[in-house]
């Protein structure tokens, strides 16, 4: 028996990196994943493999910064399986080459406003199409992706300011949402090997600072997802876990 027996999950940006990790871990624990993400074919990929491992799996396109695609993804998801149990943000716009620059003489305003788009409206849109079924199920997991960027300080300046939003969002939304039972969480990863093509000297470059002193892989977070996905956590909502091998302590 898996601790998500039956739950079902939308993963935004389950597609490569830390949300595949994400979609595989949570479906090894029994729940029934939408891979939502811009990119269909990986999304189709991380759906196939938890197929083939003996899950449940739907590939959902989505643009997360979209109200009407936000919305059609929560539609495609209700209409398949009834519920959706869980809601993941994960999906981001960060990594380079698509950000050209992290210093505030520098940054291209219309990046600024890609990055808000994505990463802070994207979660909002996103919550605020599932927030009614959840609110009629009187139960529903949303785990939104922070970084702990925001706590260090560290990095690029417009991703850093979106994802503090996500946090303060995070604790807003959490409040207004208990009376449905639904709870509003955040992880906060350290830098994480999520992209094979990136160069590993930069992931080594963070080590010294952690008191677990190694690269950080996506599979370093999935057990935080697990227990915010879980009943274990039903009563902890409003809160960051910060996932980084204790480089940053709050
Ligand atoms: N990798 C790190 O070092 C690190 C550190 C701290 C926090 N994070 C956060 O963890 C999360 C995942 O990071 P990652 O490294 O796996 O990212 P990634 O860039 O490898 O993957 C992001 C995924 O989001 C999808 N995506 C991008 N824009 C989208 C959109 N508009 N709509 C739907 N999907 C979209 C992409 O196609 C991709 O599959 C992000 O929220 C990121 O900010 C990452």
Redesign the pocket.
């Known amino acids: 028996m898996g601790r998500l027996d039956g739950r079902v999950i939308i993963v ?2 389950g ?5 595949r990790a994400f979609a595989l871990g949570l479906a090894n624990e029994g729940a029934k994943i939408a891979v ?4 269909r074919p ?1 999304a189709e990929s991380v759906a196939a493999e938890i197929g083939e491992a003996g899950s449940e799996a739907l590939a959902v396109v ?4 979209s109200e009407e695609s936000a919305k059609a993804m929560a539609a495609t998801v209700i209409d398949r399986w009834g519920r959706v149990d869980g809601l993941i943000n ?6 380079r080459p698509q950000i050209t620059s992290g210093l505030i003489e520098e940054i291209p305003v219309d990046e600024w406003d890609k990055v808000m788009a ?2 802070l409206k ?1 979660p909002f849109l996103c919550c605020r199409a599932v927030i009614g079924q959840m609110k009629q199920q009187m139960y529903g997991k949303i785990v939104n ?1 922070s ?3 925001v706590f260090s300080g560290r990095s690029i300046l417009h991703y850093v300011a979106s ?1 503090g939003g996500v946090t303060a969002f995070t604790r807003v939304l959490a409040k207004q949402s208990g009376d449905w039972n639904i709870t509003v969480n955040s992880i906060a ?4 090997a ?2 094979p093509e990136r160069d590993e000297i930069i992931y080594q470059g963070r080590v010294s600072a952690r008191s677990i002193p190694r690269v950080e892989a ?1 599979e370093d977070l999935v057990g935080a997802a697990i227990f915010l996905m879980s009943s274990e956590s039903d009563f902890m909502t409003g809160q960051t876990m910060v996932v980084d091998g204790g480089a940053v302590m709050r």
Request: without cysteine; proline residues 5%; glycine residues 18%.
């Open positions: 935004t940006g597609g490569q990196g830390i949300g939502a993400d811009i990119n990986s989505v643009d997360v910064s994960n999906a981001a716009f960060f990594q994505v990463n994207g992706i970084s702990g960027t994802k990863p350290g830098l994480t999520s992209d996506p």
